[in-house]
């Protein structure tokens, strides 16, 4: 790239200055677009399911669905994360079955996490919805996030005569992402109990930081 850029330019002056802020960007930019082997990724992944939280964290008739790895590139948070895992739950009742979604991303450092979490649109997404994404006021939230956003809008449901609130949940704790939606109905979850699930999170949220924010994820070959 070195030379291509002198034989572009020359090695003169403002060119060479030139020549060093293309490479430098260049670097940046492919850095930024690496992605982890599926080797890494799947060892992240399988420290990461500690960091959900669990059906003892709902209130009664939730149940656990099940747990699986995350599509970084289709759903929820973009940005070239490490790995990513979501615990999803479901709940019986007179609308039907809803669920609710808790997922958890990590990235190789702080700073990368919070680029990606500047560029989350997807989790306050236009598709379905039927008002604005209005924010939450996390103050009667116990957080200890880095940074922290829950907007709350009514969606489309499957019943067309019918609309239903739901909560999303973006935040960051150091190296690491995590959402949480759900749908805030009468008889599935009430807001109370929205903001105390909400305290699960940030609690198992800090446990995962403590047990692996200084975990060396790496390729095998570095």
Known sequence: ML??????????????????VV???????????????PELRSRVESQLYSCAIDASNFPSGWRLTGRETYEVTSRGIPGNGLGGIEAIFYRKGFRGTLHAIHAVLAYSTPERAAIALEQSPRVFYDASRLT??????????????????????????????????????????????TTFQTPVVPEYIAEGEMVRILQSVNERMLQCVDAYADAVWEEESE
């Open 3 to 20: 030379r291509t850029c002198i034989d572009l330019f020359g090695w003169r002056g403002q060119y060479s200055l030139s020549c060093l």
């Open 23 to 37: 490479i430098a960007a260049l670097s940046f930019l492919t850095a930024c677009n690496q992605r982890p082997s």
């Open 132 to 177: 604005p994404w209005l924010e939450f006021d996390v103050a009667q939230i116990d957080l200890s996030a880095d940074a922290v956003r829950v907007g709350c809008a009514y969606l489309e449901s499957d019943d067309a005569d019918i609309s239903r609130k739901n909560c999303h949940f973006l935040a960051q704790y150091g190296r690491f992402l």
